[in-house]
């Protein structure tokens, strides 16, 4: 069914080359091989803290290492693989990006955008795509979804090893990406996490790029350390908080607290970090299984959490996709929600979700953009595409139909 969306409009200036995964056997039998010779740390007070207070427990890492020696690779690689995907070649990398077309003329270009970590990838989105195929088909389709790996992620490129690259570069592929399918008439951006700050460039910098809806609140507030915060703007009142977000304000207190020493070490010793979680899959599992613990709002399955960690190790992504944490050292003067450079004249969308990270206010994220539309759930976390899928499918057609 999903191969019935892969006919690349006709309007494209340029085709893009079709797409499939297929990892080496000799690749993952070295996984197999280093999971099961991974040595689990010896028990210490911290790590017997059931509530996570000093980060994962023992006892949950030796579990997921077991569960890890029989995990099929195989499988995910075929779901994967029943998705319609494509590559670019632009300005020397290599770019990734999985589709779903729609044969219609008057189809909205929609193109999403991941951040990090784990499923903060195209996979992190394939299940709200696999309900955009259930409810549509591709002549009924009235969107073109396109869902790109960022430079440095899974099977897109690393950035450029002889120059600075960031995410205002970024943003400047991924509009590449959407003209050369011919959408330079209009598309709309949606990304959370470090999606958002690419998808803010784009609504900004790019005329191409109509619209804006946010689907996570973090994005460029929360995503880049210290800008990641967005401080209350000094002309809004306390008066204008609910109640509800009073309790996200707690929940930004914690993350600023206790969840930030991931940032700082991204941010500063990108190359140490790198160069350790790429020596050891269990070492890459206990860091980023952390953050789908900590990050949600109700628990994700093991075998969840093992398909990023396992896709993240195969296609060696963390050394490669930490870059963007960099712009956030030394700390801006002006955090970029903030800064008039980033404001978003362009329709704008939001969707609140309660377990996000740092959960902005209504009032406050009025003051980043022309927010037109807004969603506040009751139920959701970091990970929104993973976590509630078909709520931010109807918020993003919402968002579209109302602009």
Known sequence: MAFAFNKVPPGAKISPAAFQVNVSNDQIQELQTLVKLSKIAPPTYEGLQ???TYGITTEWLATAKEAWKNFNWRSMETHINSFPQFTYDIE?????????????????????????????????????LSLIQEKYTPSTLPYHFVVPSL????FSSGPPQDKNFGTEDVARIINQVMINLGFEAGYVAQGGDIGA????????????????????????????VNA???????????????????RGLDRAKWFASSGGGYRMEHGTRPSTIGNVLSTNP??????????????????????????????????????????HYREGFPPPKV??????????????GFSYFPMELVPTPRAWVETTGN??????????????ALERPRDLAEDLIAFVEKI
């Open 50 to 52: 059931q509530d996570r």
């Open 92 to 128: 020397g990398l290599k770019i990734h990006f999985v589709a779903l077309f729609s044969q219609r003329e008057d189809a909205v270009p929609i193109v999403l955008v991941h951040g990090w970590p784990g499923k903060r990838s195209f996979f992190e989105f394939l299940p709200l």
């Open 335 to 348: 955090m970029p929600a903030m800064d008039p450079r980033w404001y978003i004249r362009k329709p704008l």
């Open 371 to 384: 927010l037109v539309f807004w969603n506040l759930h009751e139920k959701g976390g970091h990970f929104a």
């Open 197 to 224: 700050k690419i998808v803010r460039i784009l609504a900004v910098d790019y005329e191409s790029c109509k619209v804006q809806p946010l689907s996570i609140l973090n994005g460029q507030l929360i995503s880049k």
């Open 151 to 154: 430079p440095g992620y899974t």
């Open 282 to 323: 269990v070492a890459l599992l206990a860091w980023i299984g952390e953050k789908f613990l900590d990050w949600v709002d109700e628990p994700l399955p093991l075998e969840t959490i093992l398909e990023s960690v396992t896709l993240y190790w195969l296609t060696e992504t963390f050394p490669r996709s930490i870059y």
């Open 228 to 246: 990641c915060f967005m401080v209350k703007p000094p002309n809004v009142s306390d008066s204008s908080i609910s109640e509800i977000e009073r």
